[in-house]
């Protein structure tokens, strides 16, 4: 029961993004070529995400910490925290 | 000024369902008298005193979101069109579409501009939804012939069955006197056997029948005008007289949305076309204004006529015109007005006379009242009423009049009996219901539209009913959809529409019933929610686009 309901959901999200992205007109090998370059997008924005996002955001904390965190009484500290 | 009952954005004055026009104070703690708080979100008047009943008309913004996702859309279509375009010219594919000849090769090329491209890779990927061939008298219900494509609607087979019991919301039928039987029917057999089906010439030399005389007379009484002219075609009525009316030196003046025909009719007549913003009447005032002061450009001569051209209704936004406004304006500037009623005669008015009716003015305040035969009546042809003297000048100079064969006398016959049904003569009320029964239709069909929460455009007492669909892909899903369901609908895109502004157009007609009525909501509700078209946020255009100055009409006494 639940698995059907599932299904269901499943397949109108697929039927709404073929309406948005008009992909709901196109001929099937075209379909296909969409499906197939959307994924690869949307994998390729995922693994970006995943490989780079965590390094961007290390960052951006530590610079932010460092304008408004504590200040540091002497400038060695800085160097000291690694 | 922010109203504050309804929260909607309105200039100077509102009228809340009631038909009393009030102020709404700038104060905005003084609240205005009359509260009528239900269901008056949409009610933007202006000028309300010139209305002698509400004039509810309403165009919902298209969603920001929604805007976006469809020019996505079109977007991924233009990009696979190019893809396509390329693969027939390397010979890839095989093309099936229209291509220069070999020796035309190095010429201009011919299907280059932008209007073919989409012919050829977009509108061809949703063409099933139009043209769709019908085998039974378009009324209440049609029977459709099935058809089937086997390359992507390039060609079509018919499978030899035929789609019977469709519920037809998409003919002009607004009285529904598109009937096989009944007494127009009988009335045009019998007019068919007496006079045949035609002559071949024109009113001018031997086509003159006493069944047109006696429509003419009819049409005029019908129409409280002097007199009235009859023509075979509605197309030609506009095209050809227009050019009859006005020339070098004088000025149009005309609705941004106005028909084709009107549009043809303008240009053939070689003066200077301006255009206003649809029903905007700030905007055909300035033009007016412009007009008179400035005269025509370079020798500043005044205009020898200006003439505003109108619709009663807009079929594609289901707009009506703001008829007493426009008749203001033209009696302060002293222009002419031609008024083209092809979707308003026999549908709008207590009486069925059109939109004059409809506002209760005065039909002779209307210069020119141009019409179909086409929708209300189910026949052919179109009319053209006015002052006697118009009528015989048009008589002698307008092209259709000289050139064209006359009518066919079962047509005209049909035309007779269905405008002596509307008006009672008869001696029946079926007429009478008819009206009523299609504006009755008309407001429910509507209401109940709005309230499933699809954004549904124009007046709210006009039989053409607007419901936006905005994305390509859902005009092609929904035209299929609505047939599975055996509810034949009428879908709009580009050219007709502006590219984003997609829509489906309901016409409603007295002869629909409730149970059809509703068995149509109950189907569109279920497509609404599969194709997520109840985009409605119940939100108004704000209309700040209109200059926030204050448009007069003091009389001004010759
Ligand atoms: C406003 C308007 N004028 C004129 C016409 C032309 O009438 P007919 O179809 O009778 O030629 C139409 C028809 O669609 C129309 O909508």
Redesign the pocket.
């Known amino acids: 029961m639940d698995v059907k309901r599932v299904k269901d959901y499943l397949y109108w999200l697929y039927y709404q993004y073929q309406l948005v992205t008009c992909s709901y007109v196109l001929e099937p090998w075209e379909q296909s070529m969409f499906h197939t370059i959307t994924v690869t997008v949307l994998a390729m924005v995922v693994y970006t995400a995943y490989v780079f996002v965590p390094i961007h955001v290390r960052l951006a904390l530590q610079f932010f910490s460092q304008i408004f965190g504590p200040q540091p009484e002497e400038p060695s500290s800085i160097t000291n925290r690694h | 000024i922010l109203c504050d009952e309804c929260g909607c954005f309105c200039i100077r004055r509102h009228t809340h369902g009631c038909g009393l026009s009030q102020r709404v104070s700038k104060d905005r703690s003084s609240k205005p008298v009359n509260k009528i708080s239900a269901a008056c979100i949409n009610h933007i008047v202006h000028n309300g005193g010139l209305y002698k009943r509400p004039f509810n008309e309403a165009f919902e913004e298209t969603p920001m979101l929604v805007a976006v996702l469809t020019y996505v859309g079109y977007g991924v279509l233009t990009l696979f069109g190019y893809l396509r375009d390329f693969m027939r010219q390397w010979k890839i594919e095989k093309c099936q579409n229209a291509t220069e000849r070999e020796e035309q090769k190095d010429f201009v090329p011919l299907y280059q501009d932008f209007e073919n491209f989409y012919n050829r890779n977009l509108y061809m990927r949703i063409r099933d939804s139009w043209n769709r061939p019908i085998c039974s008298v378009p009324g209440a219900k049609v029977d459709m012939m099935e058809r089937v494509s086997h390359d992507y609607n390039w060609t079509f087979t018919y499978t030899g069955r035929v789609i019977k019991d469709i519920i037809n919301m998409g003919s ?1 039928n607004y009285l529904g006197f598109a009937q096989k039987t009944g007494a127009c029917q009988e009335a045009a057999a019998k007019v068919l056997s007496q006079y045949g089906a035609g002559v071949c010439s024109t009113r001018q030399e031997m086509g003159n029948l006493d069944k047109h005389e006696e429509l003419e007379k009819l049409v005029a009484r019908f129409l409280g005008v002097e007199s009235a002219m009859a023509y075979g ?6 095209s050809m007289n227009i050019p009859a009316l006005v020339g070098k030196g004088c000025l149009i003046l005309s609705d941004e949305l ?5 549009v043809l009719g303008a240009r053939l007549s070689g003066a200077t076309i301006r255009i206003f913003k649809h029903n905007n009447m700030q905007s055909l005032e300035k033009l007016l204004k412009d007009a008179i002061v400035h005269g025509q450009p370079r020798t500043r001569r005044p205009w020898k006529k200006i003439l505003i051209l109108v ?5 594609m936004e289901g707009s009506i015109v703001r008829l007493p406004e426009v008749i203001a304006l033209k009696k302060k500037y002293k222009s002419y007005l031609y008024l ?4 308003s005669i026999g549908a709008l008015g207590p009486s069925g006379r059109g939109v004059v009716d409809y506002f209760g003015l005065n039909p002779e305040d209307v210069d020119v009242m ?6 209300s009546f189910g026949a ?3 009319y053209i009423g006015g002052k006697k003297e118009l009528i015989d000048y048009l008589r002698t100079y307008s092209h259709s009049a000289a050139y064209a064969t006359s009518m066919s006398p079962p047509v005209v016959e049909q035309i007779i009996t269905s405008v002596k049904c509307i008006m009672g003569e008869d001696g029946t009320t079926i007429g009478r219901a008819r009206v009523q029964q299609l504006a009755e239709n008309t407001r429910y069909f509507r209401r109940r539209l709005k309230e499933m929460g699809f954004i549904i455009y124009g007046n709210e007492d006009s039989p053409v009913v607007p419901l936006m669909l905005y994305m390509p892909a859902k005009i092609g899903a929904f035209g299929r959809e609505m047939l599975k369901r055996n509810i034949g609908v009428v879908v709009v895109g580009f050219p007709a529409t502006p590219i984003i502004e997609s829509r489906a157009r309901f016409c409603l007609s007295a002869a629909h019933t409730k149970e059809m009525l509703d068995t149509a909501l109950k189907e569109i509700n279920e497509v609404g929610d599969l194709l997520q078209l109840k985009y409605s946020r119940r939100r108004l255009v704000p209309l700040l686009d209109r200059p926030f100055d204050e448009t007069t009409y003091e009389e001004t006494e010759d």
């Open positions: 002009y075609m509605g197309f030609a009525t506009n106005n028909h084709a025909s009107l619709e009663g209704i807009y079929s083209d009623e092809a979707h141009m019409g179909t035969f086409t929708k052919a042809g179109g």
